[in-house]
């Protein structure tokens, strides 16, 4: 049966990555109500303004759904969805889910530096061994707990981590033509069950 991911659309960059799953042969679901969770084999909280993604949230009461969903299903959450994945966030205005035992600094690279692209070493994709990644207003992951696994970094710095069922990047993969991030994450809807913060 063909797989169905959900992508939270209250606000970002969402369409994009509906238009890479669909090219990969993915149901791709546009949520906008908790209750479109259900159906869903997989979810992705895209890139944004976290701040105002974290007011919505919370508005259409997205927070213990969203939680529970990341107990039993894969989660992959880009630049400002990696910063509402994380356990802590540097801004007080951004309250994060904690499915993800990593910390975040928002903006991090700095305001004259808002956007770059850069490719980076990234083995755990394959041939060829790098991404071209593209970072907007990026935030930084400054800490990382014992069970997460840093699969990219960049000036040794971790831009994608995993643990458990909990995808997150700091860069853009929606916005290149280079679907193996997100074939990557699809790979983890096929071995459900694993463990995140989410679960504790
Ligand atoms: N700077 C944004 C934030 O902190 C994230 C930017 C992005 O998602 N591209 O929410």
Redesign the pocket.
Known sequence: MAKRIGILALQ?DFARHAAMLRMLGVEAVEIRGCEQLDDCDGLILP?????T?AKLMDKYRFYEPLRQFARRRPLMG????A?LAAAEVDDPRVKPLALIDISVQ??AYGRQVDSFITEVAAPCLGQPPFFRAIF????RIIGCGPETEILISFQNQPVMVRQGNILVLTF?PELTADPRIHHFFLGMTEKREQPSLAGR
């Open positions: 970002g890139g944004g303004e976290s701040t993604l880009t630049c400002a969805g910063i928002r903006n907007i207003r990026a935030p853009h």
